[in-house]
């Protein structure tokens, strides 16, 4: 696995790829296995060719059909919280909204067991395209409305959603595993990333609100 992600790091100088780590650092990430994760995953390789000349730059780029690729950043930043929050324990994640695949391969080099679900065909299936590609495996991807989540596979220990609904939904609280925690945004115009954890066996949610975001609408339906 290492490997074939290696060669896509040659096709970028490394420096490029450092002065986004420095980044993210000065932007206060601190977990060294996800910065470790983010250096040698190669960005470039989930867009398209006119943009893959700014895969570096720490910014949402768009990926077709209105969507966009999550930036750097932000992507970083949830996928810390996620461990962070869960104690280190994660064995299976649901992500809500594959796009590009992107934020899926960050997961999966990090957690043994990944779900994700996107409502829109043609990105799921060149997401799948680069996922294989890069040798990740314990990836499972599903053709559906994530407001459902993906009861068959759950509970999960964390739930991570890259499409922000004006309020939580219900579903996603309900495949939690005790202890499980669920990162969206959520809001409009102005959105908020929200940190939900399940308080044990109950089904009391304690939530935590920790910084303005951007992110696309969380959509209902699917589209092919
Ligand atoms: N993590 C992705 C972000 C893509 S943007 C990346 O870095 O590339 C968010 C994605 O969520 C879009 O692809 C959009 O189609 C998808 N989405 C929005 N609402 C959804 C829903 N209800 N179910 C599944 N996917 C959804």
């Known amino acids: 696995m290492t490997n074939l992600l290696m060669q896509g790091v040659g096709m970028t100088s490394l420096r490029t790829r450092e002065r986004l780590i420095q980044r993210l650092r000065d932007q206060g990430v601190t977990n060294m296995r996800v910065l470790d994760v983010l250096l040698n995953t190669p960005r470039h390789i989930f867009l398209d060719e006119a943009l893959a000349h700014r895969a570096y730059e720490d910014t949402a780029l768009p990926i077709g ?20 929050a869960a104690g280190g324990k994660l064995n299976k994640v649901l992500e809500v909204g594959t796009g590009s695949g992107y934020q899926t391969s960050v997961l999966a080099q990090l957690v043994p067991n990944v779900y994700s679900v996107e409502r829109i065909k043609p990105l799921q299936d060149k997401a799948r395209e680069r996922l294989r590609q890069l040798g990740l495996r314990n990836v499972q991807l599903r053709h559906a409305d994530g407001g459902f989540g993906w009861p068959e596979a759950g509970p999960y220990d964390a739930i991570l959603s890259t499409a922000a609904p004006q309020a939580v939904p219900d579903e996603l609280l309900k495949q939690l595993a005790p202890g499980g925690v669920l990162v969206i945004p959520i809001g409009g115009r102005e959105q908020q990333l929200h940190l939900i954890l399940r308080d044990g066996e109950t089904e009391n949610y304690i939530t935590q609100i920790l910084e303005p975001v951007k992110f696309v609408p969380f959509l209902s339906g699917t589209s092919r």
């Open 65 to 84: 059909h209105g969507q966009t690729i999550s930036q750097p950043y932000i992507v970083a930043r949830m996928t810390e919280i996620l461990l962070g």
